[in-house]
């Protein structure tokens, strides 16, 4: 009895070791937002949260100083408006300026990294729907698809890298030899330099040959030049804000994962996140 | 050795652009020990909960730095004795090291002790910490936005137990 009582408590120590949570701690802020300067992160909003973004991207840098580097030419402004229904599942709204362009979508975690052991990356699911509101032959040519699966990691309290994969369908192809269907690999990464002040880098490299082919006609998006990002996060307690430089031809997915065109525009992004109990709404 | 079962912390800054608070509710761990009166407390600085999750998420990673600093310590020793036999609320103050943020401070910490007759032991107070004595830098642009002092709470509920 008295061994059977032993065993019973090995067992149950056994058993809350296992359970001994300090060991497999929730990774958080591997990004700093939602967004790094055009693409989505892993990071998701916590449940009931919302946040509000507002994002500018302008003229060409190139037009020199006569056009304040592309900012007299106006901005293609974008507005979000996210939801968090839960921690692993985050909603939005979108609108900008191309077209105009709306869109919806969805945002699911699928991991959160723990340290110092456990799950060794964070993923998150996204998918989204586009309508341009455009003139169009028919109305299903107004719309897009984008899915992608985003891994990332917090390698230190400095650096953090993700990569993706996305898979943007256009019902319009955007040119006669331009393919429906487009799949991209979305690099980014982060290297905290102070506090409050982020460095971030982020690409979307191809993964299709953007070549004239004979045999496969619609493989050739003219003037594809892959995407290519630089930003500075800042943090005030409350807002962040992003400046950056990017060679994209728009603000939404579908003009910053394909670009096309040589042009460099300055842009930033400004967003606030709201919790259920936020004093400053109240 | 008395060990807390309960142990609730909880702080509030009242600055003028904002009133930010945060209570944590488990993962505290506490014990006294009534011969040399003796008080530890151990807080897991990632146990606080904030309404404002990305304010939880600052707190954590740029003003208490809690990869580097996992917790919060109290290492002290009672100024007087309490009358374990005698059910009643006694005013205590424990003397000793309030380490926050990596960073140690002599403190003079004052509570209620309420010995009950079924040998529990509970313990509540208050106290105030200047984020500044603990090198937790808050940027100039915040100033209006987060106290120079913070208050502390505290609530603890000890049961007996037997010394291995």
């Known amino acids: 009895m008295r061994l059977a009582g032993k065993v019973l ?180 990464l982060r290297f905290k330099v102070l506090k409050r002040l982020t460095l971030g880098t982020e690409a979307a490299l191809p993964l299709w040959e953007n070549e004239l082919e004979e045999d496969e006609p619609s493989s050739y998006l003219p003037g594809y030049e892959p995407a ?30 394909l670009n096309r065109g040589q042009s460099w525009r300055f842009g930033f992004n400004i967003s606030r996140v709201f919790s259920p109990k936020d004093p400053s709404l109240q | 050795m008395y060990r807390a079962d309960t142990l609730f912390i909880s702080f509030y800054s009242d600055a003028p652009l904002e009133k930010i608070s945060a209570e944590s509710r488990k993962g505290s761990y506490s014990v006294i020990h009534f011969g040399p009166d003796t008080v530890y407390v151990r807080v897991p600085i990632r146990s606080f909960e904030f309404p404002n999750k990305l304010m939880q998420e600052h707190f954590n990673e740029d003003y208490l730095e809690s990869d580097r600093y996992p917790y919060a310590y109290f290492r002290g020793k009672l100024v007087a004795p309490i009358p374990l036999n005698a059910p009643g609320e006694y005013a205590v103050s424990a003397e000793g090291d309030l380490i926050i943020h990596g960073q140690a401070q002599r403190r003079l910490l004052s509570g209620v002790f309420q010995v009950l007759p079924d040998g529990r032991v509970i313990l509540n107070g208050k106290f105030f910490v200047r984020p500044a004595d603990h090198r937790i830098s808050v940027p100039r642009m915040l100033w209006q936005k987060i106290a120079e002092e913070v208050e502390v709470r505290f609530y603890g509920q000890y049961r007996p137990e037997s010394t291995k």
Do not use: C, M
């Open chain 1, 228 to 257: 290519i990002g630089l930003v500075v996060e800042i943090e005030t307690g409350g807002h962040v804000f992003q400046i950056g430089v990017s060679r994209v031809s728009g603000i939404a997915e579908p003009y910053t994962l």
């Open chain 1, 9 to 188: 408590i090995l067992a149950l120590s056994l058993l809350y070791a296992q359970e001994d949570t300090s060991e497999k701690t929730p990774v958080i802020a591997t990004f700093k937002g939602t967004r790094l300067l055009n693409y989505h992160t892993i990071e998701t909003l916590r449940k009931k949260h919302w946040e509000f973004r507002v994002a500018h991207r302008f003229g060409d840098i190139g037009s020199g100083v006569k056009r304040l580097w592309g900012i007299d030419d106006g901005a293609r402004v974008r507005l979000s408006l996210d939801y968090a229904l839960w921690d692993f599942l985050t909603i939005g709204v979108e609108r900008s300026g191309e077209g105009p362009l709306y869109n919806a979508f969805l945002k699911a975690r699928l991991l959160t990294q723990t340290a110092p052991r456990g799950t060794p990356v964070s993923a998150t699911w996204y998918s989204a729907l586009f309508y341009a509101d455009v003139p169009a032959e028919k109305w299903e040519h107004r719309l897009q698809y984008l899915h992608q699966l985003l891994v990332a990691r917090k390698f230190s309290r400095r650096f953090s890298a993700q990569v993706g994969v996305a898979y943007l369908h256009q019902n319009y192809a955007l040119a006669p030899t331009a393919p429906n269907d487009y799949f991209l690999l979305p690099v980014l």
